[in-house]
């Protein structure tokens, strides 16, 4: 996420952010996901975009702003599959000030698989983090050899 501006500012390119996100969500349902996942989620989001564009004047604040954008990105940060992808396109499309973290970069320097979230991470991502460029041939052997240690450790524990 880059350098915060004005509330105003901020606040219309997180609006952005979240009809895409809800836009994300419609258009590519997250495997396993039921309608009434679908129907809260959505409606999670168009109250977050409400309280951005129309907040309290004690909420009027960038603190407050980026709790939001906590809220709106942390799927798409955590998450892999057509609905993060479909959200990560649409962003690059609208021009938003807002970047992707590299999960399998910050994995690959540390060396290891620190716990459940990031194994499942990369086990979603690994057939495909090199195809798309997120990952070398010799990136994603290290990866797979991560995943077979966390495998091995957690059967010995």
Known sequence: MGKLKSY????????????????????????????????????MHKEWKNNVINPEPQYKNLATLKHHIQDVFTYFQEGSGDTVEYFWNRIIEENLDYKRENKLEKI???????????????????LVAEQVGLSTKSETEKLSNMLAEYETKKKNN
């Open 108 to 126: 690959l320097k540390r060396g290891k698989i620190r716990d459940r979230v990031e194994y499942d991470y990369l086990t979603d991502m690994i």
């Open 8 to 43: 105003k500012e901020e606040a219309e390119s997180l609006a952005i952010a979240i009809d895409i996100a809800i836009e994300a969500y419609i258009n590519c349902i997250p495997k396993d996901w039921e309608q009434h996942h679908l129907d809260h989620v959505v409606s």
